[in-house]
Protein backbone atom coordinates (compact mmCIF):
# COMPACT_ATOMS: atom_id res chain seq x y z
CA UNK A 1 0.00 0.00 0.00
CA UNK A 2 1.27 3.30 -0.89
CA UNK A 3 0.89 6.29 1.15
CA UNK A 4 0.45 10.07 0.39
CA UNK A 5 1.13 12.68 3.52
CA UNK A 6 0.15 15.96 3.08
CA UNK A 7 0.17 19.10 5.18
CA UNK A 8 -1.03 22.30 4.02
CA UNK A 9 0.92 25.15 5.54
CA UNK A 10 -0.71 28.85 4.94
CA UNK A 11 1.89 31.04 5.81
CA UNK A 12 1.13 34.51 5.13
CA UNK A 13 -0.76 34.80 2.19
CA UNK A 14 0.73 31.88 0.47
CA UNK A 15 -0.11 27.78 1.14
CA UNK A 16 2.40 25.29 0.86
CA UNK A 17 0.95 21.73 -0.01
CA UNK A 18 4.37 19.75 0.85
CA UNK A 19 3.56 15.83 -0.47
CA UNK A 20 5.95 12.86 0.29
CA UNK A 21 4.34 10.42 -2.20
CA UNK A 22 5.49 6.63 -2.26
CA UNK A 23 6.33 6.17 1.61
CA UNK A 24 6.68 2.89 2.31
CA UNK A 25 4.50 1.34 5.20
CA UNK A 26 7.48 0.72 6.96
CA UNK A 27 8.34 4.94 7.67
CA UNK A 28 11.81 4.91 9.04
CA UNK A 29 11.23 8.67 10.62
CA UNK A 30 8.27 9.88 12.55
CA UNK A 31 6.79 13.13 10.25
CA UNK A 32 6.31 15.79 12.87
CA UNK A 33 5.00 19.40 11.87
CA UNK A 34 8.39 20.56 12.82
CA UNK A 35 10.12 19.13 10.23
CA UNK A 36 7.73 20.58 7.70
CA UNK A 37 8.25 23.43 8.99
CA UNK A 38 11.89 23.47 8.73
CA UNK A 39 11.55 22.29 4.71
CA UNK A 40 9.12 25.04 4.31
CA UNK A 41 11.87 27.95 5.73
CA UNK A 42 14.38 26.14 3.67
CA UNK A 43 12.30 27.19 0.83
CA UNK A 44 12.37 30.41 1.80
CA UNK A 45 16.04 30.69 2.00
CA UNK A 46 16.60 28.80 -1.54
CA UNK A 47 14.01 31.01 -3.22
CA UNK A 48 12.13 33.57 -2.28
CA UNK A 49 14.84 35.33 -0.61
CA UNK A 50 16.32 35.01 -4.18
CA UNK A 51 13.94 36.35 -6.29
CA UNK A 52 15.59 37.90 -9.41
CA UNK A 53 14.15 41.72 -10.66
CA UNK A 54 13.09 43.13 -7.25
CA UNK A 55 13.62 46.78 -6.71
CA UNK A 56 16.18 47.11 -4.18
CA UNK A 57 18.13 49.65 -2.63
CA UNK A 58 22.17 50.25 -2.81
CA UNK A 59 22.64 48.78 0.49
CA UNK A 60 25.16 45.24 -0.16
CA UNK A 61 23.67 42.17 1.71
CA UNK A 62 26.11 42.91 4.71
CA UNK A 63 24.68 46.63 4.76
CA UNK A 64 21.15 45.23 5.24
CA UNK A 65 22.66 42.63 7.27
CA UNK A 66 23.74 45.32 9.87
CA UNK A 67 21.21 48.09 9.06
CA UNK A 68 18.17 45.16 10.68
CA UNK A 69 20.61 43.44 13.29
CA UNK A 70 20.21 46.95 14.98
CA UNK A 71 16.13 47.15 14.40
CA UNK A 72 15.06 43.41 14.65
CA UNK A 73 16.38 42.90 17.70
CA UNK A 74 14.83 46.06 19.40
CA UNK A 75 11.49 45.03 18.15
CA UNK A 76 12.04 41.24 19.67
CA UNK A 77 13.17 42.92 22.57
CA UNK A 78 9.82 44.78 23.25
CA UNK A 79 7.61 41.99 21.98
CA UNK A 80 9.49 39.61 25.04
CA UNK A 81 8.66 42.70 27.16
CA UNK A 82 4.99 42.82 26.20
CA UNK A 83 4.58 39.02 26.16
CA UNK A 84 5.93 38.82 29.79
CA UNK A 85 3.70 41.57 31.03
CA UNK A 86 0.80 40.19 29.00
CA UNK A 87 0.31 43.98 27.76
CA UNK A 88 -1.89 42.74 24.71
CA UNK A 89 -2.28 46.84 23.50
CA UNK A 90 1.28 47.38 23.47
CA UNK A 91 1.85 43.40 21.70
CA UNK A 92 -0.41 44.79 18.66
CA UNK A 93 1.37 47.93 18.52
CA UNK A 94 4.44 45.70 16.87
CA UNK A 95 2.02 44.34 13.96
CA UNK A 96 -0.18 46.08 11.12
CA UNK A 97 -3.34 44.31 12.11
CA UNK A 98 -5.29 46.10 9.11
CA UNK A 99 -3.56 43.43 7.25
CA UNK A 100 -4.73 39.89 7.62
CA UNK A 101 -1.33 38.19 7.77
CA UNK A 102 -0.46 40.66 10.52
CA UNK A 103 -3.48 40.29 11.88
CA UNK A 104 -2.66 36.00 12.31
CA UNK A 105 0.59 36.88 13.61
CA UNK A 106 -0.37 39.05 16.17
CA UNK A 107 -3.14 36.37 17.50
CA UNK A 108 -0.84 33.67 17.20
CA UNK A 109 1.68 35.69 20.04
CA UNK A 110 -1.50 36.83 21.87
CA UNK A 111 -2.32 33.08 21.88
CA UNK A 112 1.13 31.57 23.18
CA UNK A 113 1.08 34.86 25.74
CA UNK A 114 -2.01 33.28 27.37
CA UNK A 115 -0.49 29.69 27.40
CA UNK A 116 2.41 30.80 29.15
CA UNK A 117 0.28 32.55 31.80
CA UNK A 118 -1.62 29.25 32.19
CA UNK A 119 1.24 27.03 32.30
CA UNK A 120 2.94 29.34 35.20
CA UNK A 121 -0.39 29.55 37.19
CA UNK A 122 -0.42 25.83 37.16
CA UNK A 123 3.36 25.94 38.01
CA UNK A 124 2.87 27.85 41.05
CA UNK A 125 6.01 30.22 39.15
CA UNK A 126 6.46 33.52 37.92
CA UNK A 127 8.29 34.34 34.77
CA UNK A 128 11.14 36.89 35.70
CA UNK A 129 12.58 37.50 32.11
CA UNK A 130 12.33 36.21 28.83
CA UNK A 131 15.91 37.37 26.49
CA UNK A 132 16.70 36.62 22.66
CA UNK A 133 19.98 36.23 21.08
CA UNK A 134 19.12 36.80 17.36
CA UNK A 135 20.79 35.59 13.71
CA UNK A 136 19.98 36.98 10.94
CA UNK A 137 20.89 34.61 8.47
CA UNK A 138 19.58 36.52 5.37
CA UNK A 139 17.72 40.19 4.52
CA UNK A 140 16.10 40.97 0.99
CA UNK A 141 14.63 44.49 0.13
CA UNK A 142 11.51 43.72 -1.82
CA UNK A 143 10.94 47.63 -2.11
CA UNK A 144 8.29 49.93 -0.94
CA UNK A 145 10.08 50.44 2.50
CA UNK A 146 9.18 46.26 2.98
CA UNK A 147 11.52 44.04 3.67
CA UNK A 148 12.15 40.16 4.27
CA UNK A 149 14.35 38.27 6.40
CA UNK A 150 15.16 34.75 8.03
CA UNK A 151 16.96 34.39 11.26
CA UNK A 152 17.56 32.09 14.02
CA UNK A 153 16.49 32.82 17.68
CA UNK A 154 17.48 31.61 20.58
CA UNK A 155 15.15 32.72 23.50
CA UNK A 156 16.06 32.35 26.96
CA UNK A 157 13.29 32.37 29.74
CA UNK A 158 13.79 32.56 33.77
CA UNK A 159 11.22 31.86 36.14
CA UNK A 160 10.58 31.11 39.85
CA UNK A 161 8.06 29.77 42.22
CA UNK A 162 6.61 31.99 44.02
CA UNK A 163 7.23 30.73 47.41
CA UNK A 164 10.95 30.70 46.70
CA UNK A 165 11.43 34.38 44.37
CA UNK A 166 15.17 34.11 44.99
CA UNK A 167 15.91 30.60 43.32
CA UNK A 168 15.99 31.63 39.51
CA UNK A 169 15.85 28.82 37.01
CA UNK A 170 16.60 29.55 33.19
CA UNK A 171 15.35 27.35 29.94
CA UNK A 172 16.32 28.46 26.42
CA UNK A 173 14.22 27.22 22.92
CA UNK A 174 15.47 27.55 19.59
CA UNK A 175 13.45 28.80 16.84
CA UNK A 176 13.38 29.71 12.70
CA UNK A 177 11.67 32.62 11.63
CA UNK A 178 10.81 34.16 8.48
CA UNK A 179 9.82 37.62 9.36
CA UNK A 180 8.48 40.90 6.78
CA UNK A 181 9.18 44.29 7.95
CA UNK A 182 7.54 47.16 6.68
CA UNK A 183 8.64 50.79 7.49
CA UNK A 184 6.11 52.94 8.57
CA UNK A 185 7.66 56.18 8.92
CA UNK A 186 10.20 57.83 11.77
CA UNK A 187 12.25 54.94 11.33
CA UNK A 188 9.40 52.91 12.59
CA UNK A 189 8.74 49.60 11.31
CA UNK A 190 6.09 46.95 11.64
CA UNK A 191 5.71 42.92 11.55
CA UNK A 192 3.49 42.41 8.46
CA UNK A 193 4.34 38.57 7.98
CA UNK A 194 5.97 35.74 10.39
CA UNK A 195 6.44 32.54 10.38
CA UNK A 196 8.27 30.30 12.69
CA UNK A 197 8.76 26.81 14.58
CA UNK A 198 6.77 27.35 17.62
CA UNK A 199 7.79 25.08 20.16
CA UNK A 200 4.29 25.19 22.01
CA UNK A 201 1.98 24.15 18.94
CA UNK A 202 0.90 21.43 20.82
CA UNK A 203 -0.39 23.32 23.72
CA UNK A 204 -2.37 26.27 22.45
CA UNK A 205 -5.50 24.22 23.24
CA UNK A 206 -4.43 24.65 27.64
CA UNK A 207 -7.53 25.32 29.68
CA UNK A 208 -6.71 28.19 32.08
CA UNK A 209 -7.65 26.24 35.44
CA UNK A 210 -5.51 26.58 38.68
CA UNK A 211 -5.70 22.87 40.12
CA UNK A 212 -4.77 23.87 43.89
CA UNK A 213 -3.88 20.43 45.03
CA UNK A 214 -1.59 20.30 42.20
CA UNK A 215 0.04 24.02 42.11
CA UNK A 216 0.77 23.19 46.06
CA UNK A 217 2.20 19.72 45.72
CA UNK A 218 5.13 21.49 43.03
CA UNK A 219 5.97 24.35 44.87
CA UNK A 220 6.52 21.98 48.17
CA UNK A 221 9.03 19.49 46.54
CA UNK A 222 12.94 19.64 47.12
CA UNK A 223 15.48 19.35 44.84
CA UNK A 224 17.02 15.88 45.44
CA UNK A 225 21.13 15.48 46.47
CA UNK A 226 22.44 14.01 42.74
CA UNK A 227 25.50 13.77 41.49
CA UNK A 228 26.74 12.54 38.08
CA UNK A 229 28.66 9.69 37.45
CA UNK A 230 31.26 10.52 35.20
CA UNK A 231 29.07 8.69 31.81
CA UNK A 232 26.16 10.38 32.67
CA UNK A 233 28.24 13.46 33.18
CA UNK A 234 29.85 13.53 29.49
CA UNK A 235 26.20 12.77 28.37
CA UNK A 236 24.78 15.89 29.98
CA UNK A 237 27.51 18.05 28.60
CA UNK A 238 26.83 16.43 24.83
CA UNK A 239 23.15 17.27 24.88
CA UNK A 240 24.19 20.89 26.26
CA UNK A 241 26.71 21.79 23.30
CA UNK A 242 24.51 20.10 20.67
CA UNK A 243 21.29 20.78 21.13
CA UNK A 244 21.18 23.48 18.04
CA UNK A 245 21.65 26.18 20.69
CA UNK A 246 24.49 25.66 22.60
CA UNK A 247 27.19 28.34 23.76
CA UNK A 248 29.36 29.79 21.51
CA UNK A 249 30.66 28.04 18.86
CA UNK A 250 27.88 25.62 18.93
CA UNK A 251 24.74 28.60 18.78
CA UNK A 252 22.72 26.80 16.02
CA UNK A 253 24.66 24.30 15.23
CA UNK A 254 24.35 20.65 15.26
CA UNK A 255 27.10 17.97 15.26
CA UNK A 256 28.78 17.55 12.32
CA UNK A 257 29.62 13.78 12.97
CA UNK A 258 25.95 12.69 12.69
CA UNK A 259 23.54 13.37 10.04
CA UNK A 260 20.47 15.81 10.63
CA UNK A 261 17.37 13.54 10.22
CA UNK A 262 14.97 16.60 10.50
CA UNK A 263 14.31 16.75 6.17
CA UNK A 264 13.65 13.04 6.51
CA UNK A 265 10.98 13.43 9.10
CA UNK A 266 12.57 14.66 12.45
CA UNK A 267 15.92 14.45 14.90
CA UNK A 268 15.08 14.20 18.11
CA UNK A 269 15.62 9.97 18.56
CA UNK A 270 18.78 10.14 16.85
CA UNK A 271 19.37 13.13 19.14
CA UNK A 272 18.85 11.14 22.01
CA UNK A 273 20.66 8.35 20.63
CA UNK A 274 23.95 10.55 20.05
CA UNK A 275 23.26 11.88 23.88
CA UNK A 276 23.48 7.86 25.13
CA UNK A 277 26.09 7.08 23.08
CA UNK A 278 28.42 9.90 23.41
CA UNK A 279 28.68 9.36 27.05
CA UNK A 280 30.42 5.76 26.62
CA UNK A 281 27.99 4.21 28.63
CA UNK A 282 26.03 2.58 25.54
CA UNK A 283 27.86 0.58 22.98
CA UNK A 284 26.52 0.13 19.08
CA UNK A 285 24.92 -3.33 18.71
CA UNK A 286 22.81 -4.54 15.15
CA UNK A 287 19.49 -3.25 16.51
CA UNK A 288 20.59 0.30 17.83
CA UNK A 289 23.48 1.38 15.53
CA UNK A 290 24.96 4.50 13.70
CA UNK A 291 27.43 3.93 10.91
CA UNK A 292 26.63 6.81 8.25
CA UNK A 293 22.58 6.77 8.79
CA UNK A 294 21.02 5.41 11.44
CA UNK A 295 19.00 2.52 12.53
CA UNK A 296 15.11 2.08 13.23
CA UNK A 297 15.76 2.05 16.83
CA UNK A 298 18.50 4.98 16.46
CA UNK A 299 16.40 7.49 14.80
CA UNK A 300 12.64 6.82 15.45
CA UNK A 301 10.97 8.34 18.24
CA UNK A 302 8.81 4.97 18.78
CA UNK A 303 11.45 2.38 18.13
CA UNK A 304 13.55 3.69 20.62
CA UNK A 305 11.56 4.24 23.27
CA UNK A 306 10.33 0.31 22.19
CA UNK A 307 14.45 -0.42 22.53
CA UNK A 308 14.86 1.08 25.66
CA UNK A 309 12.37 -0.75 27.57
CA UNK A 310 12.65 -4.25 26.07
CA UNK A 311 16.37 -4.29 26.16
CA UNK A 312 17.16 -3.66 29.51
CA UNK A 313 18.90 -0.36 29.02
CA UNK A 314 15.44 1.44 31.15
CA UNK A 315 12.51 1.07 32.47
CA UNK A 316 9.09 2.81 32.88
CA UNK A 317 8.50 4.95 35.78
CA UNK A 318 4.72 5.85 34.41
CA UNK A 319 2.92 6.47 31.81
CA UNK A 320 -0.41 8.26 31.08
CA UNK A 321 -1.61 12.07 30.88
CA UNK A 322 -0.01 14.85 32.89
CA UNK A 323 -2.29 13.79 35.98
CA UNK A 324 -1.56 11.08 35.99
CA UNK A 325 2.30 11.08 35.84
CA UNK A 326 3.34 14.59 37.42
CA UNK A 327 4.43 13.22 40.99
CA UNK A 328 5.79 10.33 39.44
CA UNK A 329 8.31 12.68 37.43
CA UNK A 330 9.97 13.91 40.30
CA UNK A 331 11.79 10.22 40.35
CA UNK A 332 13.48 11.11 37.02
CA UNK A 333 16.84 12.04 36.93
CA UNK A 334 19.56 13.25 34.13
CA UNK A 335 19.71 10.99 31.28
CA UNK A 336 16.41 9.66 31.59
CA UNK A 337 14.26 9.84 28.55
CA UNK A 338 10.25 11.24 28.25
CA UNK A 339 8.51 9.83 25.64
CA UNK A 340 5.50 11.86 23.80
CA UNK A 341 2.59 9.87 22.72
CA UNK A 342 -0.01 11.13 20.34
CA UNK A 343 -2.92 9.28 18.43
CA UNK A 344 -1.89 6.36 19.82
CA UNK A 345 2.20 6.76 18.54
CA UNK A 346 5.37 8.08 19.59
CA UNK A 347 5.99 11.01 17.98
CA UNK A 348 8.75 12.70 20.38
CA UNK A 349 11.56 11.78 22.58
CA UNK A 350 13.95 14.22 24.94
CA UNK A 351 16.24 13.58 27.39
CA UNK A 352 16.57 14.75 30.91
CA UNK A 353 19.47 16.93 31.56
CA UNK A 354 18.91 18.75 34.81
CA UNK A 355 16.22 19.28 37.47
CA UNK A 356 15.12 22.99 38.53
CA UNK A 357 14.96 24.06 41.81
CA UNK A 358 11.96 22.39 42.75
CA UNK A 359 13.80 18.98 41.25
CA UNK A 360 10.97 19.22 38.01
CA UNK A 361 12.99 17.23 35.51
CA UNK A 362 14.29 19.71 32.60
CA UNK A 363 14.57 18.20 29.04
CA UNK A 364 16.88 19.23 26.12
CA UNK A 365 16.37 18.03 23.00
CA UNK A 366 15.54 19.00 18.66
CA UNK A 367 12.71 19.31 16.98
CA UNK A 368 12.46 21.98 18.19
CA UNK A 369 15.57 22.52 20.04
CA UNK A 370 15.57 22.80 23.70
CA UNK A 371 17.84 23.38 26.25
CA UNK A 372 16.65 22.81 30.19
CA UNK A 373 12.79 23.21 29.35
CA UNK A 374 10.31 21.99 31.57
CA UNK A 375 9.38 18.52 30.34
CA UNK A 376 6.00 18.96 29.74
CA UNK A 377 5.95 22.96 28.65
CA UNK A 378 4.85 22.42 24.31
CA UNK A 379 2.96 19.38 25.45
CA UNK A 380 0.04 20.33 27.50
CA UNK A 381 -3.09 18.89 25.04
CA UNK A 382 -5.04 16.81 26.98
CA UNK A 383 -4.55 13.75 23.85
CA UNK A 384 -0.51 13.51 25.06
CA UNK A 385 0.45 10.53 26.77
CA UNK A 386 3.53 11.00 28.47
CA UNK A 387 6.35 7.52 28.92
CA UNK A 388 8.43 8.11 31.56
CA UNK A 389 11.67 6.49 31.21
CA UNK A 390 15.07 5.72 33.72
CA UNK A 391 17.76 4.94 31.77
CA UNK A 392 20.49 2.60 33.09
CA UNK A 393 23.77 4.56 32.68
Same mark, same amino acid.
Given at each position: ????????????????????????????? =????????????? =????? @?????????????? &??????????????????????? !????????????? @??????????? =??????????????????????????????????????????? !???????????? @???????????????? !??????????????????? /?????? @?????EPLEHTQF? #????? /??????????????????????? #?? =?????????????? /??????????????? #???????????????????????????????????????????????????????????????????????????????????????????????? /???????????????? &????
Amino acid at each position: MKKSIILSVILSSLVFNTSFLNASDNLTF =ELDLDTIEQQILK =EYDDK @EMEEENIESSNLTD &DELKAKFNVILPEIIKNRNEYVL !NENYDKLETLYDT @EIKVSRYAFEH =ESIKTKYLKNWAKKQGVTFNNIFSDIKIRKVRDRSDGLYGMTC !NICTTYSYSYNN @EPDKINTFSLGTSHYI !NLQAKGNNEYKIVKEWYTD /PFSDSL @EMKSKEPLEHTQFL #EFQKP /PEFIPNETLQKAIEYAHAYCGIG #EG =ENMFKYNKNYMDCN /PLGGDCANFASQIMY #ESGAFKKNKIWNYTHEGTKTWVNAQELSRYLLNSGRGNQIARGSYEKVYKAAFKMRPGDIVAYEKNDRITHVSTVTALDSKGYPLVTCHNTDRLMV /PYDLGWSNSNITFYLI &DVHY
